[in-house]
């Protein structure tokens, strides 16, 4: 059986329908993201975005790497 849910973006509010169920027809599964990119959601975040939020997020993160850690 799947499951789907109507959630709501924890960055944003917006609903989006999370698929945990069928995971490859989810809106965030086709969103690529390295360990650090994970650690740095699950640190601010402490449940899903949507996918919008997933790739503003990544970004974020790069730019956060580039002025802090690799100075």
């Keep these: 059986m799947c499951m789907h849910e109507t959630k ?3 960055r944003c509010n917006a ?7 069928n995971i490859t027809q989810c809106q965030c599964f086709e ?4 360990e650090e990119q994970r650690a740095y959601l ?3 975040y402490g449940d899903c975005l949507c996918r919008k ?15 802090f850690i690799y100075k």
């Design 42 to 44: 699950e640190e601010k």
């Design 8 to 10: 709501k973006c924890q």
């Design 15 to 21: 609903a989006f329908e999370c698929k945990p169920g």
């Design 31 to 34: 969103v690529q993201l390295s």
């Design 53 to 67: 939020c997933l790739e503003q997020v990544k970004e974020e993160f790069e730019l956060f790497k580039e002025k």
